[in-house]
């Protein structure tokens, strides 16, 4: 099982920006995500990166405000927040899947073999 540590959670004032870093101690798993869970709400997907092809997947609420990414040399995987909204705190959690997803396909946590211990993230003024 691959080991999962994330980093770079904090508080931060709506429109601000952050990024999380989530450090691997294998690379040999097909697709790295990250999904988020607000107080009292399910988890839910944000983004997906492939290890081969390096695409990406979206979810609504992210897309054109998140930047998922990948540095195969390092083990690591980034998410870049920008234009953060109070909506989006949450605490973050990387996640690692042995087969590939695309699309919709990525969204369902239970398709994802290992994950992180979270960070928070919290948007507010």
């Known amino acids: 099982q691959v080991q999962l540590v994330e980093s770079g959670g904090g508080l931060v004032q709506p429109g601000g920006s952050l990024r999380l870093s989530c450090a691997a101690s294998s690379f040999s798993t097909s697709v790295m995500a990250w999904f988020r869970q607000a107080p009292g709400k399910q988890r839910e997907f944000a983004a997906a990166v492939s290890r081969v092809l390096g695409s990406t997947t979206y979810a609504d609420s992210v897309k054109g405000r998140f930047t998922i990414s990948r540095d195969n040399a390092r083990n690591t995987v980034y998410l870049q927040m920008n234009n953060l909204k109070p909506e989006d705190t949450a605490v973050y959690y990387c996640?690692?899947?042995?087969?590939?997803?695309?699309?919709?396909?990525?969204?369902?946590?239970?398709?994802?073999?290992?994950w992180g211990q979270g960070t928070q993230v919290t948007v507010s003024s």
């Open positions: 996640a690692a899947a042995n087969y590939y997803c695309s699309g919709y396909g990525c969204y369902d946590g239970d398709k994802y073999d290992s």
